[in-house]
C-alpha cells in the first residue's frame, strides 16, 4: 500500500518556526515530485512548494516565497517543509502529496495521486 504521512503540526506564536515531516510508503524517492498544500477554514486547497525526489528542483508560490524551504531526504523517504516567520494567515491543515506528473510544479491537486492525511498548524495573533 501507498500511504504518506505528514506529521510535525502544532500551534507556534507569530513569528515562529515549525518543521513537517512527510514520511512515504509504498514507493521510492527519486521518481515523484512531492508536494505541500494547505488548506485553511472556508478555502480552496492551494499548492504551498514541492520538490522533485529525481533532480531536487524546488518551486515556490507566493505564500512561500521567503519564509519556508523544503528538502529531500531520499534514504528516509522524507520530505521536510521547513517555515519561517509564520503568520496567522498561514493556519491551515498542510498535506503532503505525490506526482509523477510532468507538470507537478502547475500545483493543480489533480496531478497528485497520493496524499497525506494532512496535519494541522495554528498560528496564533
Known amino acids: 500500500d501507498v500511504q504518506l504521512q505528514a506529521s510535525g503540526g502544532g500551534l507556534v506564536q507569530t513569528g515562529g518556526s515549525l518543521r513537517l515531516s512527510c514520511t512515504a510508503s509504498?514507493?521510492?524517492?527519486?521518481?515523484?515530485?512531492i508536494g505541500w498544500f494547505r488548506q485553511a477554514p472556508g478555502k480552496e486547497r492551494e499548492g504551498v512548494i514541492c520538490?522533485?525526489?529525481?533532480?531536487?528542483?524546488?518551486y515556490h508560490t507566493n505564500s512561500s516565497k521567503g519564509r519556508f524551504t523544503i528538502s529531500s531526504d531520499n534514504a528516509k523517504n522524507t520530505v521536510y517543509l521547513q517555515m519561517h516567520n509564520l503568520e496567522p494567515e498561514d493556519t491551515a491543515v498542510y498535506y503532503c502529496?505525490?506526482?509523477?506528473?510532468?507538470?507537478?510544479?502547475?500545483?493543480?491537486?489533480?496531478?497528485?495521486?497520493?496524499w497525506g492525511q494532512g496535519t494541522l498548524v495554528t498560528v496564533s495573533s
Open positions: 502529496a505525490a506526482s509523477w506528473s510532468g507538470r507537478y510544479y502547475d500545483f493543480r491537486p489533480a496531478q497528485y495521486i497520493y
Open positions: 509504498g514507493f521510492t524517492f527519486g521518481n515523484p515530485a
Open positions: 520538490i522533485h525526489t529525481g533532480d531536487g528542483l524546488i
